[in-house]
């Protein structure tokens, strides 16, 4: 496996903001449990000292984030924001089209009400519970076609979220194209413990699925951290930058759900973006029934301008 040279142990940030928290005893945490019915879900934050039940929204801005949150224009139409978040996305990850959503699962649900039809299947390197009960309820059935070497944690596989271009293969010969109305790409895949996938692998599913036109969505929640694991793992790929692998990463694809809530660096909102303007007419007067109109998606100004800056 390639070797990149280490950074300094020094991280490349200073901590401004700090938030106290609450400390407990044993005692208090037994009550909490108790009074929680041990379901760790009803627990109250401030009960909890180490919260590790997800980074999403969790994250710490940077003060460039803070400052752009001044900025928000909260116009019903037209917000300044968008445009700015839209400018982000097409030059980070390339897409032509943008219809803001208030997380990940809000451009899940658009996808999937646009793309699927009762008795359709999505195959898929896993799922995330959202995506594939989104793909459920619009008629579809999720299908896995990860490779095998994700289901052993024992197995070194250095892209354990890859697609068994086989079991893929073997889908769409057994049901049809025409029932195949995109594959479902996570990078990198939660259900799987984070781990990416390759592009060299991206390439492939994106060949075999122009093939049968079929389109590929990607799951671009974590790309940033994929891309960082392609720099490190993937032959040919140590001199590019992360900016460079996220755009090719994303070219291999006709559109990606994502959840800014991780890479972005927020504490709320997500994106569908598309390169089929059809899809994104049809997202756009979608998204105004469950989201908001287009141009805000059930997000304030402020959300869009940290997510842009992010």
């Known amino acids: 496996m390639p ?33 929680a019915g041990y379901n760790t879900f009803l627990l109250r934050s401030e009960d909890v000292y180490i919260d590790l039940l ?23 139409a037209g917000s300044k924001n968008f445009y700015r978040l839209e400018d982000a996305v097409r030059k980070y990850y390339g897409y032509a ?3 803001p959503t208030h997380q990940g699962r809000g451009a ?32 579809g059935t999720f299908v896995d076609v990860i490779i095998d070497e994700a289901h052993d944690p024992a197995n070194l ?33 939660n259900m799987a413990g984070g781990q990416p996938i390759s592009i060299e692998n991206l ?10 036109r079929i389109k590929v969505i990607l799951d671009a929640t974590r790309a940033v951290e994929n891309a960082y694991f392609i720099k490190v793992r993937e032959k040919g790929y140590q001199s590019r930058s992360i900016a460079e692998i996220l755009k090719e990463i994303c070219s291999h694809s006709d559109g990606c759900t994502m959840s800014g809530k991780k890479d972005l660096l927020v504490n709320i909102g997500g994106f569908l973006a598309i390169n089929d303007k059809d899809i994104f007419e049809e997202a756009r007067n979608l998204v105004v029934v469950y989201e908001g109109l287009h141009t805000y998606g059930g997000l304030a100004g402020r959300d869009m301008e940290a997510m842009a800056r992010g």
């Open 3 to 35: 070797q990149l040279k280490k950074r300094s142990w020094a991280e490349p940030f200073k901590i401004k903001v700090v938030e106290p928290l609450k400390m407990t005893t044993r005692e208090d945490r037994e009550r909490a449990l108790r009074d």
């Open 54 to 76: 997800t980074d999403s929204g969790t994250n710490a801005m940077s003060d460039y984030q803070w400052a752009g949150m001044m900025l928000g224009d909260e116009a019903y």
């Open 97 to 99: 089209y943008l219809v």
């Open 108 to 139: 899940e649900h658009l996808i999937s009400r646009i793309l699927i039809k009762p008795g359709d299947y999505v195959p898929g390197n896993m799922y995330f519970t959202t995506t594939r009960l989104h793909q459920e309820l619009a008629g």
């Open 157 to 189: 596989h250095p892209f354990k979220g890859n697609i068994d271009l086989q079991k893929l293969s073997n889908l769409v010969e057994k049901v049809g194209a025409r029932k195949v109305p995109y594959v479902s790409v996570a990078a990198t895949v």
């Open 203 to 212: 390439r492939e599913v994106k060949t075999f699925c122009s093939q049968h």
